[in-house]
């Protein structure tokens, strides 16, 4: 069964100073991955994903995440973060043979001051 | 853009108690879902349903629960005798396809007393 590790739980960063989050995932086959956002009192958004193809991945918000296969990862980046990306993030993975059971990794509480 | 709506936002109930939770998906989506987060732990899956019945479910997903989508529009995920340990935000997703990402609703808050 696949997992994921969240290796942050809390992250606080200053406005505009860029921020990257840590995700890496167990799993003997091959799997899709992907980055939700948590805004308070609101549900999961999903921010980026990698099913195939290039390793870097472009999101919203002007988040990105790179795939690697060697060392089972899949960070999370922003270079410049704002006030507004203040939330909880989630890791996730699934069985690329799988109709999307998630797994999902414990989050990151993404806090930024100004 | 079109949401996954969950109704209600938060819920307070009885130990004992059944509960229904809704959940009403995008309208084009073929795939549904039911997760759960209990606080301070991971978002856990319990049950996807595809064509009217369910297509897998989780360990979690035991008797005491059922999920029905009992028209064109909702989907429902009951507790029949709710225990202190469901307590938990209980997400609803859907998905166009069975390979297309997930889109989450806001979550019921369930509190059981």
């Known amino acids: 069964a696949q997992s994921v590790t969240q290796l942050d739980s809390q992250v606080p960063v200053f406005e505009e100073a860029p921020v990257e989050l840590r995700c890496n995932y167990s799993s003997s086959v091959s799997v899709y991955l992907f980055w939700y956002v948590q805004y308070p009192n609101q549900g999961l958004q999903l921010l980026l994903k990698?099913?195939?193809?290039?390793?870097l991945v472009k999101g919203i918000n002007g988040f990105e995440a790179e795939f690697n296969k060697s060392q089972t990862s899949f960070h999370l980046r922003k270079p410049s973060v704002h006030i507004s990306d203040t939330a909880e993030y989630f890791c996730?993975?699934?069985?690329?043979?799988?109709?999307?059971?998630?797994?999902f990794g414990a989050g990151t509480t993404v806090t930024v001051r100004a | 853009e079109p949401e996954v709506t969950q109704t209600p936002s938060h819920q307070v109930t009885q130990m004992g108690q059944e509960v229904i939770l809704r959940c009403v998906p995008i309208s084009n989506h073929l795939y549904f879902y039911w997760y759960r987060q209990i606080l301070g732990q991971k978002v856990e899956f319990l049950v996807s349903f595809y064509n009217n019945e369910i297509s897998e479910k989780s360990e979690i997903f035991d008797d005491q629960f059922s999920v029905e989508r009992p028209d064109g529009s909702n989907f429902t995920l009951k507790i029949r005798s709710t225990k202190l340990e469901d307590s938990a935000m209980y997400f609803c997703?859907?998905?166009?396809?069975?390979?297309?990402?997930?889109?989450f609703g806001n979550g019921t808050r369930l509190t059981v007393t």
């Open positions: 990698y099913l195939s193809g290039s390793t």
């Open positions: 997703a859907s998905s166009e396809w069975r390979n297309s990402p997930l889109h």
């Open positions: 996730a993975v699934t069985l690329s043979s799988n109709d999307y059971k998630l797994s």
